[in-house]
């Protein structure tokens, strides 16, 4: 049985899809890393934007290899919703002196926006019900 010529997209298009499959390996998903913690707002920060900032009373990390800050320390923050998707209005921000529990979510990865890839945290601050 002769065979006759063989089609040069078909063998182009294999290459491209052995290249891809190679390329585009399946990614592990990160996990959002949470600490509880119980704070004390010390001052509602103006400038450059606002914030608050708070004493850390007591933290709690949901898991041994979560990285929290420790208690005692000052955090700066900008309150969001509970589904992250909004800063809080700030009329419902908590007043200086209030305490309040908040679950601060963070997630470790790799950043592109300049063009330039450099390790970074995705930092949420939800006050308030889920």
Same mark, same amino acid.
Request: net charge positive; charged share 20%; hydrophobic share 35%.
């Given at each position: #049985?002769? #065979?006759?010529?063989?089609?040069?997209?078909?063998?182009?298009?294999?290459?491209?899809?052995?290249?891809?499959?190679?390329?585009?390996?399946?990614?592990?998903?990160?996990?959002?890393?949470?600490? &509880? #913690? $119980?704070?004390?707002?010390? *001052? !509602? !920060?103006?400038?450059?934007?606002?914030?608050?900032?708070?004493?850390?009373?007591?933290?709690? @990390?949901?898991?041994?290899? !979560?990285?929290?800050?420790?208690?005692?320390?000052?955090?700066?923050?900008?309150?969001?919703?509970?589904?992250?998707?909004?800063?809080?209005?700030?009329?419902?921000? @908590?007043?200086?002196?209030?305490?309040?529990?908040? $679950?601060?979510?963070?997630?470790?990865?790799?950043?592109?926006?300049?063009?330039? *890839?450099?390790?970074?945290?995705? *930092?949420?601050?939800? !006050?308030?019900? &889920?």
């Amino acid at each position: #049985m002769k #065979m006759g010529p063989r089609n040069p997209h078909t063998t182009c298009h294999a290459l491209l899809v052995l290249t891809l499959s190679i390329l585009c390996a399946p990614a592990q998903a990160a996990t959002w890393q949470i600490c &509880r #913690m $119980d704070l004390r707002i010390t *001052e !509602v !920060v103006k400038k450059p934007y606002p914030q608050l900032k708070a004493q850390l009373l007591k933290v709690r @990390p949901a898991s041994p290899t !979560v990285q929290c800050p420790e208690a005692g320390t000052t955090i700066t923050f900008t309150p969001e919703t509970p589904d992250y998707q909004a800063t809080l209005a700030r009329r419902q921000w @908590p007043a200086k002196g209030q305490s309040l529990r908040i $679950d601060y979510r963070y997630l470790n990865g790799i950043c592109k926006g300049d063009g330039n *890839e450099h390790a970074c945290r995705i *930092e949420h601050y939800p !006050v308030g019900r &889920r």
